[in-house]
C-alpha cells in the first residue's frame, strides 16, 4: 500500500497528505512607509584584508599554497571594490591622523 494516498506504511502507521493545506498569507503592501533611514556612518577601509582569511588556517591539499594566493587576490580584489564604491558614494572614514599629516605638510615660512 501506498504511504502516499493515506494509506498504511510499511511500519504500520499511516501518513495522509493534505493537498491545498497552505495557510493563507496576507497580501504585502508595497506601498506602505517605512521609517527613515539610520545616518550613514563613514567606512574605513580594512588595513589587512586577509587577515581573517589566514585566520582559518591553511588551506586542504593538494595545492594549499595556490589556494591561499588565489583566495588572497581574491579577497584582496573585493576589498578594494569596496573601497572603490564607498569613496564613490563620499562615505570613506578620514584616515587616523590625517589632520596631523596635513598640518606637517604645510610649508613653513
Known amino acids: 500500500m501506498s504511504a502516499q494516498n493515506g494509506q498504511k506504511t510499511a511500519k504500520g502507521g499511516?501518513?495522509?497528505?493534505?493537498?491545498?493545506?497552505?495557510?493563507?498569507?496576507?497580501?504585502?503592501?508595497?506601498?506602505?512607509?517605512?521609517?527613515p533611514l539610520p545616518e550613514v556612518e563613514p567606512i574605513a577601509p580594512a588595513s589587512d584584508p586577509t587577515a581573517m582569511l589566514r585566520s582559518l588556517g591553511d588551506p586542504?591539499?593538494?595545492?594549499?599554497?595556490?589556494?591561499?594566493?588565489?583566495?588572497?587576490?581574491?579577497?584582496?580584489?573585493?576589498?578594494?571594490?569596496?573601497?572603490?564604491?564607498?569613496?564613490?558614494g563620499r562615505l570613506l572614514a578620514e584616515p587616523a591622523g590625517a589632520d596631523e599629516d596635513e598640518d606637517a605638510e604645510a610649508p613653513v615660512g
Open 14 to 35: 499511516s501518513r495522509r497528505r493534505r493537498r491545498g493545506a497552505k495557510a493563507k498569507q496576507r497580501p504585502v503592501d508595497l506601498w506602505r512607509p517605512v521609517p
Open 60 to 88: 586542504p591539499p593538494p595545492m594549499p599554497g595556490a589556494a591561499e594566493i588565489a583566495m588572497a587576490q581574491v579577497i584582496d580584489r573585493a576589498a578594494g571594490l569596496a573601497t572603490a564604491l564607498a569613496a564613490a
